[in-house]
């Protein structure tokens, strides 16, 4: 089993609305979460950090479910510069500083 | 203040050869991990340096090699490269938890 799967998609949405992706891992002891966002032949780019009281920037929000052992990204209002692809990282409990990624989820925003 | 950087941004090299990539951590970061990104995957671990160290190793041969230096710039050597190691390598800087990657280096093995 993978340390961290996503769907890979893609999700085509139209401007302004919204949608969420999910990214689950194996290991319950992993203590660091976090979405990046990455676009075509660039590198990732730290979107946001998950905290198990959720996480909120504009919006975009995050958030974490221990017991099922899945982080969320729930992205409103959709913009076209959204257009990328969302990884999840997943810490090793054996290394804080270690970061299993998943394969990504390619969102599509269509006008 | 400079974020990570990396060089060269493209590499073309034969199999067999060996290869040099090299990483600047953005400014007050100590530790760097590289990771191998191939198309259409995400990220996988390589290694971490800190303090010259390597503390932390991923499912990669000894082939592949790295090396930290006092101001925290770091290499990675690949030798012997096969046709597979054509992926874009990526370097990442952290002082804690938060990573930060830089550009990038897109390596061909032909």
């Known amino acids: 089993r993978k340390e961290v799967e996503q769907d890979p998609g893609p999700f085509n949405v139209p401007e302004g609305a919204t949608v969420a992706f999910n990214c689950t891992y194996s290991?319950?002891?992993?203590?660091?979460f976090f979405w990046y966002r990455q676009d075509c032949r660039k590198e990732p780019k730290l979107l946001m950090s998950?905290?198990?009281s959720g996480n909120e920037d504009g919006r975009f929000t995050a958030q974490l479910n221990r017991a099922s052992q899945y982080i969320s990204l729930l992205i409103r209002d959709s913009k076209l510069s959204d257009s990328a692809t969302y990884l999840c990282?997943?810490?090793?409990?054996?290394?804080?500083?270690?970061?299993?990624f998943g394969s990504g989820t390619k969102l599509n925003v269509k006008p | 203040d400079a974020g990570v950087t990396q060089s060269p941004t493209h590499l073309i090299k034969t199999r067999g050869q060996q290869v040099t990539l090299r990483c600047s951590p953005k400014?007050?970061?100590?530790?760097v991990s590289w990771y191998q990104q191939a198309l259409g995957q995400g990220p996988q671990f390589i290694f971490q340096?800190?303090?010259?160290?390597?503390?932390q190793r991923g499912n990669f041969p000894d082939r592949f090699s790295g090396h930290q230096f006092p101001n925290y710039s770091s290499e990675l050597n690949v030798n012997a490269l096969l046709l597979g190691d054509s992926a874009l390598y990526l370097c990442?800087?952290?002082?804690?938890?938060?990573?930060?990657f830089g550009p990038g280096t897109r390596l061909t093995v032909l």
């Open positions: 990442a800087s952290s002082f804690s938890t938060e990573q930060f």
């Open positions: 290991n319950s002891a992993s203590q660091s």
């Open positions: 998950v905290y198990s």
């Open positions: 990282a997943v810490n090793s409990p054996d290394n804080f500083n270690k970061f299993y």
């Open positions: 400014s007050g970061h100590d530790t």
């Open positions: 340096y800190y303090e010259e160290e390597e503390r």
